[in-house]
Nanobody, 116 residues
Framework: QVRLVESGGGLVQAGGSLRLSCITS????????MGWYRQAPGKQRELVAT???????RYGDSVKGRFTISRDNAKKTVDLQMNSLQAEDTAVYYC??????????WGQGTLVTVSS
């Protein structure tokens, strides 16, 4: 059974930092495409950052230069370091895993609230 569990969300002031972590199980992590997405109230889910099995990264335009995605294949975790947070970053953040021959798996989400 595939499980993705996010942690690290919370309330932070604008300009502050948070680090999200996603712990996975039941997935061929080292060969899976991983990512973080977010959904703000009343908006569609959007890409935050992705990382390939080889470590190549991609970021949404609104977070470039502020957020960093990383993965630890030994621990089967993918993290999202978020700096210079803005009120517009307030959302539920979801971890996503995409194995080579399987369906996308999603975590339950963790809420990030940035106060201005």
């Amino acid at each position: 059974q595939v499980r993705l569990v996010e942690s690290g969300g919370g309330l932070v002031q604008a300009g502050g930092s948070l680090r999200l972590s996603c712990i996975t199980s039941g997935i061929a992590f080292s060969i899976s495409f991983m990512g973080w997405y977010r959904q703000a109230p009343g908006k569609q889910r959007e890409l935050v950052a992705t990382i390939t099995s080889g470590g190549s990264t991609r970021y949404g335009d609104s977070v470039k230069g502020r957020f960093t995605i990383s993965r630890d294949n030994a621990k089967k975790t993918v993290d999202l370091q978020m700096n210079s947070l803005q009120a517009e970053d307030t959302a539920v953040y979801y971890c996503m895993g995409r194995p080579p021959c399987g369906l996308d798996a999603w975590g339950q989400g963790t809420l990030v609230t940035v106060s201005s």
